[in-house]
């Protein structure tokens, strides 16, 4: 799957192929995550009879619902009139979907074959954000009961949620059935967290390490991450038609965690989940690209660099992309022995 955007917030341009591993490197506020809450708003933008919030909507009405609750702003603040595009093509190996683009302006087009197609394609979207989702979780679940509760006596009632968070903590307390979940990944994550999330009876997650159930709030913000794969693992929601995006995963967890996570990444990789991780972090890029290696991923993986408005790949080659990915994020070590010079200098 390829996805092709053009003046969208602050990307002026993006071609992103999705069907292994993809990675888009930069710094900060240069458009990662513009191409992911993009990607995840055309696939939650698609009518869904189980969503209670959207469903009933048609697709002219939910998106600019989904793109306003996930953006922040005003639809129009996302999209020019004239300019703006969203294009995906899809293909996997012999077997080619029908393309289908989005154009902004002219209205949206071709709804019956985005529906169509990118649901064969794809059954289901994960966007992580936080793991301070499971700091959330008894208040979702509080929420949840009003809500059903106003309803049943026929009575509108209107709650706004961080939206991310809560499609997020749908997917971790509920299961899906008769889908294969790869136990070997479970286990190492088992043994990097040395303990396992695991809901009680009241739907509350809780820490299980050495016999003692640990609320969550007095567990490390770095397990927590682990926690979210594990879950929705247990959930059997990470499948060939599933797509995660991990939006810089490395924050909350120390380098040495951080090559842990890329590992786990790659395995989930290997079993054909689809994975769009953002990052900003040398340590993970460099475990990707070496796991991936390992793993003989290399062409089911792609390094991009975010950079002045653009989300491209030098070349059409990795290795080049990931020379440029490092220079930029080694600009701060210019800075120490710039210091440092200096410091020779006066001394």
Request: hydrophobic content about 35%; some cysteine.
């Amino acid at each position: 799957m390829e996805l092709q955007l053009k003046n969208i917030g602050m990307i002026k341009e993006a071609n992103v192929k999705m069907d292994g591993l993809t990675v888009i490197a930069g710094e900060n506020d240069t458009g990662k995550s513009t191409v992911a809450k993009a990607l995840y708003c055309i696939f939650e933008g698609l009518p869904d009879t189980l969503d209670t919030e959207y469903g009933a909507k048609t697709y002219e009405e939910r998106f600019p619902l989904i793109i306003e609750s996930v953006f922040k702003e005003k639809y129009e603040n996302i999209f020019s009139e004239e300019n703006s595009s969203i294009a995906i093509s899809l293909g996997n190996g012999e077997t080619t979907y029908t393309g289908f683009a989005t154009i902004f302006g002219d209205g949206l087009q071709d709804l019956e074959v985005i529906r169509e197609d990118l649901e064969n394609y794809l059954t289901n979207i994960y966007f992580i954000e936080t793991p301070l989702v499971w700091s959330f979780q008894e208040m979702f679940q509080s929420s949840e009961l009003v809500e059903s509760y106003m309803k049943s006596r026929k009575q509108n009632i209107e709650m706004h949620y961080p939206f991310l968070l809560k499609d997020l903590y749908f997917n971790l307390s509920t299961k899906l059935d008769n889908l294969h979940t790869p136990n070997n990944i479970k286990e190492n994550l088992l043994k990097i967290m040395n303990g396992e999330f695991k809901e009680d009876e009241n739907g509350i997650f809780h820490f299980h390490k050495n016999d003692k159930i640990l609320n969550l709030f007095n567990v490390a913000t770095g397990i927590k991450s682990f926690g979210i794969i594990q879950v929705l693992l247990d959930n059997n929601r990470l499948t060939p038609t599933s797509l995660i995006i991990l939006d810089e995963p490395e924050v909350h967890l120390h380098p040495k965690w951080q090559l842990e996570m890329a590992k786990i990444i790659v395995e989930l990789a290997k079993n054909g989940v689809k994975i769009l991780v953002n990052s900003h972090s040398p340590y993970m890029i460099e475990a990707l690209k070496r796991y991936s290696e390992v793993e003989k991923l290399e062409d089911k993986t792609n390094f991009y660099l975010a950079e002045d408005g653009y989300i491209k790949q030098i070349n059409e080659s990795n290795s080049q992309s990931l020379v440029a990915i490092y220079e930029k994020l080694s600009e701060p070590y210019d800075v120490f022995e710039q210091m440092e010079s200096d410091r020779f200098q006066n001394g």
